[in-house]
């Protein structure tokens, strides 16, 4: 695709590059001021607010780390992501997997439930939600809140598990099949290995939306010492209003895992971006 | 992208069927948990807002008394056309930008030789960030007195744009718009541009040939092509405006500061549900959260049909 004849196109390119890099510079440049003033002290930003940092200073992190809690929401915050990721992405590729080999109108029904989950505003039941919690003994409990992500999580990972579970060759299942494997064998040893790309997508997609989210744990955490990241920046920044430097600090802590998972996976990310359009 | 293709070889799979019982008990896990925690609590939520309530205790039984609260009463007469009226500001604004900076930027990623993946990843990165954290940061950064916003405006000699913009009701909502489009961005570029790389080449070196211009080519072409991405990103456009809590919520607070310029709807739901003091907060609040519901929902239902109906048109 990308071998095209561009001589039209040749001589504007050095124009199209600056409006790139221009709008480049746009997007990321209030990340970049987030991360270089929480190297510096508010003192310097208020005499200079647009300097470099310059000695820079650790001192804002110290601070958000260890005075302001952020230590104990960032474990809390990597405990409920990835257990409720892991959790939605097994129920998910097991339901997956029955949607597209299973024949009958009661499964077809079933995943349409489901995908009307991908439109449905599910946070405005958090009354109820919070009551069935509470009569579980589950509010202000990590666990109540890993299941509610993991429900949640449930629609996006089946629509896309289930696509690839359908393009699937169905040749192997029944070679394996005639060799005497149960269902189970045959959807742990020759299934899962060959979806694990969608597995991929799905895991990655799921873990920005569930370390972003501050709504659920906002309502359903009462105890301070159960928040997760998002929420704790909220009582964060009444504390510590005009200690701007620990403020970026704090906002750069609850980043840099999506920043780096982003690195990383791309592609995941840039696939489950653009699974939507198929729907 | 790629199901689509692999939708066709569907039925193939007739071949292996999965055992009915073996299937059931597949999906048990995930039937159980979403059925519990998400179908289950949508449908008491409505029948949350048909009762009065005294505190955590469902009282009587209220019909429509909750709704026609919401349009009567005060605050809730006053709060809630004006907050709807922003989510629609939202959306407007979100939806101008995106189909012009958006779609324009999209376009010129379209070929592009070289780092075309480092641009989009530059552009996605804020759509990634938590919106509550993106809120945070532009209201330090536009701070008026340490912000660099207002700085760089002085810097280059705008002195008279470095205003308070959270801190004015006229222009605090403009800004939330503002932010909101920015962050979103990334999305519509990814998602046209994955719509762009799936329209054949074929055509536009046809165009060419036959001396049609970029422009013509991008009106009479990739455009009408664009129409199916268009549609969905304005769907989902659509939903995340009328969702829209995060970024306001970081900005004006709960209340929508300042005076109110910057609530939304779903702040006003939160509101009434945890912060009123009324007693029939549950219903009167689920009577929000249901309007709400039906409005994100049905919309969204009418303009994906309307779009397929569109699409068939098209092609």
Same mark, same amino acid.
């Given at each position: ?23 480049? !510079?746009?997007?990321? !440049? ?10 510096? @002290? ?119 598990? !289930? ?107 840039? @696939?489950?971006?653009? !699974?939507?359009?198929?729907? | ?159 008279? =744009?470095?205003?308070? =913009? ?15 489009? =920015? ?126 109906? =569109? ?5």
């Amino acid at each position: 695709m990308s071998k095209q004849p561009r001589s039209r196109w040749g001589h504007r390119r050095s124009w199209v590059y600056v409006l790139l890099w221009a709008y480049a !510079a746009f997007a990321i !440049a209030p990340l970049l001021v987030m991360v270089l003033n929480s190297l510096r @002290t508010t003192r310097d930003m208020a005499l200079d607010p647009l300097g470099l940092p310059w000695p820079p200073t650790g001192q804002s992190y110290l601070k958000a780390w260890i005075t302001a809690s952020f230590d104990t929401y960032f474990v809390n915050s990597i405990f409920v992501t990835v257990t409720s990721v892991l959790l939605s992405t097994v129920v998910s590729l097991l339901a997956a997997y029955a949607f597209a080999r299973a024949k009958s109108r009661f499964f077809a029904a079933l995943e349409a439930i489901f995908m009307s989950g991908l439109m449905l505003p599910v946070y405005l039941a958090i009354l109820p939600i919070f009551f069935l919690l509470d009569s579980m003994g589950l509010v202000s409990s990590l666990t109540g809140l890993i299941a509610v992500y993991a429900a949640l999580g449930i629609p996006f990972s089946t629509f896309i598990l !289930a696509a690839f579970f359908r393009s699937a060759p169905v040749d192997l299942e029944e070679a394996a099949r005639l060799d005497g494997a149960g269902p189970v064998k045959i959807f742990l040893y020759v299934m899962l290995p060959l979806v694990r790309p969608a597995v991929a997508t799905v895991i990655v997609f799921r873990f920005v939306p569930v370390w972003n989210d501050f709504f659920y744990p906002l309502i359903l955490i009462r105890d301070a010492s159960k928040r997760t990241i998002p929420v704790g920046i909220t009582s964060f920044f009444g504390e510590y209003q005009t200690d701007y430097a620990t403020l970026f600090a704090g906002l750069t802590i609850a980043t840099i895992p999506l920043i780096a998972i982003f690195l990383v996976a791309t592609k995941q990310i840039v @696939t489950g971006l653009t !699974a939507g359009m198929s729907k | 992208m790629s199901h689509r293709r692999q939708s066709k070889r569907r039925p193939r799979s007739s071949g292996a069927a999965l055992p009915t019982r073996t299937a059931l008990l597949f999906v048990a896990p995930a039937t159980a948990l979403f059925a519990v925690l998400v179908l289950y609590p949508l449908a008491t939520a409505l029948s949350y807002s048909f009762f009065s309530w005294r505190g955590i205790v469902r009282d009587s039984w209220a019909g429509f008394d909750n709704y026609v609260a919401l349009f009567t009463q005060l605050p809730y007469r006053n709060d809630l056309p004006r907050a709807f009226w922003h989510n629609l500001m939202l959306f407007a604004g979100a939806m101008v930008f995106q189909n012009t900076v958006g779609l324009g930027l999209a376009q010129l990623l379209h070929r592009l030789p070289r780092f075309k993946r480092l641009f989009q990843t530059i552009y996605t990165m804020p759509y990634l960030v938590s919106p509550l954290v993106i809120g945070y940061l532009w209201s330090l950064l536009l701070s008026p007195l340490f912000g660099s916003v207002n700085a760089m405006f002085k810097a280059v000699g705008l002195d008279s =744009w470095a205003l308070p =913009w959270l801190g004015d009701p006229k222009t605090a909502i403009w800004a939330i718009v503002f932010i909101n489009s =920015w962050q979103w961005i990334g999305f519509p570029v990814l998602l046209y541009g994955a719509a762009m790389g799936g329209i054949t080449d074929d055509l536009e070196e046809a165009a060419a040939l036959d001396g049609a211009s970029a422009w013509q080519r991008f009106t009479r072409i990739t455009f009408p092509l664009l129409t199916p991405a268009i549609g969905t990103v304005t769907v989902l456009t659509f939903i995340g405006a009328m969702e829209a809590f995060a970024i306001p919520y970081a900005i004006g607070g709960s209340q929508g500061n300042p005076a109110k310029a910057t609530d939304v709807l779903s702040l006003l739901f939160y509101r009434t549900a945890f912060q009123s003091g009324s007693t029939n907060s549950n219903g009167i609040s689920s009577a929000v959260a249901m309007l709400l519901f039906l409005f994100i929902f049905g919309v969204a239902v009418v303009m994906t049909r309307l779009m397929r109906r =569109w699409e068939r048109r098209l092609t």
